[in-house]
């Protein structure tokens, strides 16, 4: 099957208390070819993460991203497997990824993205975000 799997994450820190973490993981399968492949899809899974109290603020963001999104994959992984495999045609099997390449890859085009930030604010961040989304893909 001729297809894109794209990837994207944010991650949140609570409010009050340094060490819990909000990871929202995005995977998308999109098709290469002009023709429908079996299936296209844009899903996201949401994970709470809690570090101990002294953990160092560099451990934290390294884990959040890498383990995080690693876990979170995992799990969207066999959700999907499993829910696809109901449907008449095949069950989709997403590939095992590197994530830490995964991650490298997302945190250059969010670094892209906001060196590209004008003075104008968000809504030119998000343009300038699929700008760097659309050059790597090239």
């Known amino acids: 099957v001729d297809v894109d799997y ?3 994450y944010d991650v949140a820190r609570h409010a009050t208390e340094r060490n819990r973490f909000r990871l929202a993981f995005r995977v998308g399968v999109k098709s290469k ?3 429908p492949v ?6 996201e899974i949401v994970g709470l993460f809690r570090f101990p109290e002294d ?3 560099e451990t934290m963001q ?13 799990i969207l992984r066999g959700q999907l497997a499993n829910i ?4 008449p045609r095949q069950k989709l099997i997403m590939p095992t990824v590197m994530m830490e390449e995964v991650v490298n890859e997302i945190e250059r085009e969010k670094a892209q993205a906001r060196e590209a930030i004008p003075s104008g604010g968000r809504r030119s961040a998000k343009k300038a975000a699929k700008q760097a989304k659309s ?3 090239k």
């Open 84 to 87: 696809t495999g109901a449907f």
């Open 33 to 35: 070819t002009p023709t």
């Open 38 to 43: 079996d299936y296209s899809l844009d899903c």
């Open 55 to 57: 953990s160092t603020e």
């Open 62 to 74: 390294g884990l959040i991203r890498l383990n995080g999104c690693t876990i979170l994959y995992g």
């Open 135 to 137: 050059r790597a893909k």
């Open 6 to 8: 794209l990837f994207d």
